[in-house]
């Protein structure tokens, strides 16, 4: 956990939504301004705070990555099913689509960059950067340490070069600011990779296997067969199975199952969706057959996933 959070009074997240959905904000849109050619956004903590609050409530950002970075302060972090408490310096990687949610002091310092998704795999094509779907984790890298200083530092400068872009009417104005982002999101990735919660074999996923993902990411509420998602490639099934094998050590069904179950726990933590709900919007027709599924491949039921998910919450905030 980066920094020392002793005697810390700040509350976590409230993770209990009545709301039977996990609200998707479109962060370029925020200020009211048309979403950025440049397909990147860069504001203050104080200023993020201004619109969204210091605790808001838990959201994702279905078509952007978000990248949070705390010079100093308090803060509580969730990021899917991983907690995060302490203090700054530290650094927060949000995928696209991620549930998410955070509590920050008021005295807190920092900075929210936000990397439109189609610009995001750009920047892996044309800098050799590993953000391939599979690859992507979110995570929390601790910089209190002299080399996170260091880093910190690097980045502070990169927000410095990036909020004159931004506003900006230069005819290279675009350019910049794309390489700016680019920078930084490779800056943040390395931190990933040295901390051991993000994969740069990314870049080298076989295009074929990423085709695979995007299209379960597309279609795994319909419960598709292995089949048809072969057919969808227009290759067999076993060559199906071996690229996943090859590419991921597991078989397509295990990446099928694995991706609704991720679903079904980000509900489960961050909304108030009933089972019924749930079991619809994840494309099963019978909520006891969803139940099974879920115990087969977690070992304890919905029920009692999201119970111990509150209790834990209930516990820290005491804490």
């Given at each position: 956990?980066?920094?020392?959070v002793?005697?810390a009074?700040?509350s976590?997240p ?5 709301s039977?959905?996990?609200?998707d904000?479109?962060?370029?849109d925020?200020?009211?301004?048309p ?13 993020f705070?201004?619109?969204m ?5 838990p959201?994702?950002?279905a078509d ?6 705390i010079e100093?302060?308090?803060?509580h972090f969730?990021l ?8 700054g ?7 696209p689509?991620?549930?998410?949610a955070?509590?920050l002091c008021g ?12 610009l995001l795999?750009q920047?892996a094509?044309h800098?050799d950067?590993p953000?391939?779907?599979e ?7 601790d ?5 996170g200083q260091?880093?910190?530092n690097?980045?502070l400068?990169?927000?410095?070069l ?7 009417a ?6 910049a600011?794309?390489l ?6 490779a800056?943040?990735?390395?931190l990933g990779?040295q901390d051991?919660?993000a994969?740069?074999?990314g870049s080298g996923?076989p ?7 995007e ?8 419960h598709w ?6 057919q969808?490639l227009?290759i067999?099934q076993?060559?199906?199975?071996e690229l996943?094998?090859?590419s991921?050590g597991?078989?397509p069904k295990?990446?099928l199952?694995d991706?609704i179950v ?5 509900y489960?933590?961050?909304?108030g969706i009933?089972?019924k709900?749930?079991?619809?919007v994840?494309?099963?027709?019978d909520v006891?057959?969803?139940f ?11 029920s009692?996933?999201?119970?111990r998910?509150?209790?834990?919450s209930k516990v820290?905030?005491v804490q």
């Amino acid at each position: 956990m980066p920094g020392d959070v002793a005697g810390a009074t700040l509350s976590l997240p409230d993770l209990t939504r009545p709301s039977s959905v996990i609200p998707d904000i479109n962060v370029m849109d925020l200020w009211g301004e048309p979403v950025s050619q440049a397909g990147v956004q860069y504001e203050t903590i104080h200023r993020f705070a201004e619109l969204m609050g210091r605790m808001p409530p838990p959201h994702r950002h279905a078509d952007c990555l978000q990248i949070h970075v705390i010079e100093s302060g308090m803060f509580h972090f969730v990021l899917d099913e991983e907690r995060h408490a302490g203090t700054g310096p530290a650094v927060f990687f949000t995928p696209p689509a991620v549930p998410h949610a955070f509590s920050l002091c008021g005295d807190a310092i920092g900075h929210v960059l936000t990397v439109r998704q189609d610009l995001l795999w750009q920047m892996a094509r044309h800098h050799d950067l590993p953000v391939q779907r599979e690859a992507l984790r979110p995570f929390c890298a601790d910089l209190s340490c002299e080399k996170g200083q260091e880093t910190v530092n690097v980045i502070l400068s990169c927000f410095s070069l990036l909020a004159p872009e931004l506003r900006s009417a230069a005819p290279s104005r675009q350019g910049a600011v794309r390489l700016l982002a680019a920078f930084i999101v490779a800056k943040v990735l390395e931190l990933g990779t040295q901390d051991g919660q993000a994969s740069a074999s990314g870049s080298g996923q076989p295009s074929l296997y990423r085709r695979f993902l995007e299209s379960v990411e597309m279609h795994y509420p319909e419960h598709w067969s292995v089949a048809r998602y072969a057919q969808d490639l227009n290759i067999t099934q076993s060559r199906l199975y071996e690229l996943c094998q090859d590419s991921a050590g597991r078989s397509p069904k295990a990446v099928l199952n694995d991706r609704i179950v991720q679903e079904a726990r980000r509900y489960l933590s961050f909304s108030g969706i009933s089972m019924k709900e749930l079991a619809g919007v994840l494309g099963f027709e019978d909520v006891n057959y969803f139940f099974r599924f879920f115990k087969r491949l977690t070992g304890e039921t919905p029920s009692t996933y999201r119970h111990r998910i509150r209790a834990a919450s209930k516990v820290e905030n005491v804490q």
